[in-house]
């Protein structure tokens, strides 16, 4: 139960509501004196708790015969979450273009996130990937490769046109290039120059926001993370060229 409460006050319920839902799921139409029986909710909370979840859709008031109390029922766990899920969505898309709007035209933005671990490196290659919407430019070795072919798939698969250069082999570029990828295995060896110049890793999104760096032999990773758009045209160049 314990684990059940703390899940549902993550999605913005109240301990009490939370405690007085799960009641409500494990029996039938209570009152509020039932129901503070079942959750433990004081006496004095419960009925405040079960009109909230009536004002959130989560219990309905049903009809209490004769005696005309208060009977109070939960409605669908699964339409529940849905609204809250879909709410929560219309929420944070709201606040994002309210956000965007105060920041103004995203092209001026010229902050660079350090990026020093390949953990991070790859993980905001793949956060990039499955944010893209239009075009990827990628060029990155098979180990990294490894890493995001099923993101590039993925993005391949919702539309999305993928330019890529691998700097080493990997049979899994033969799955781009049948979902129509402008996938290609660079045609010199590079592996004399990685020693200097590690595995080099970039990938654009949208032609807007770049994450690039290089992984060498030792285990260190140099990168950042930018808008910036000279960082961002430079690497687009470089995957078409």
Known sequence: MADIVAAMTQVGLS???????????????????????????????????????????????????????????????SAFIGRIEESMRHACGEALSQLERLRGD????????????REDLVARGRRLTAEAAETLHVALWAEEF????????????????????????????????????????????????VPILGRQFALVADRRACITGSIFAEGDVEGVYTLNRGVVTNVVDLVNH
């Open 15 to 77: 301990e009490y509501e939370a405690r007085a839902y799960c009641a409500l799921l494990n029996g039938p139409p209570a009152n509020g004196y039932q129901v503070a029986q079942r959750s433990g909710v004081p006496r004095a909370k419960i009925y405040e708790a079960l009109e909230r979840l009536v004002e959130r859709g989560a219990a309905v008031l049903v009809d209490g015969g004769e005696s005309g109390t208060k009977l109070y029922a939960p409605t669908d766990p």
């Open 106 to 117: 995203q092209r001026v933005v010229e902050v660079l996130w350090r990026v020093a671990s």
């Open 146 to 193: 490894d890493s995001l072919r099923a993101d590039l798939i993925a993005a391949l698969t919702r539309g999305v046109s993928v330019a890529l250069i691998l700097y080493s082999r990997h049979r899994g570029i033969a799955d781009l290039q049948a979902r129509g990828a402008g996938a290609v295995r660079h045609s010199r060896s590079k592996n004399v120059s």
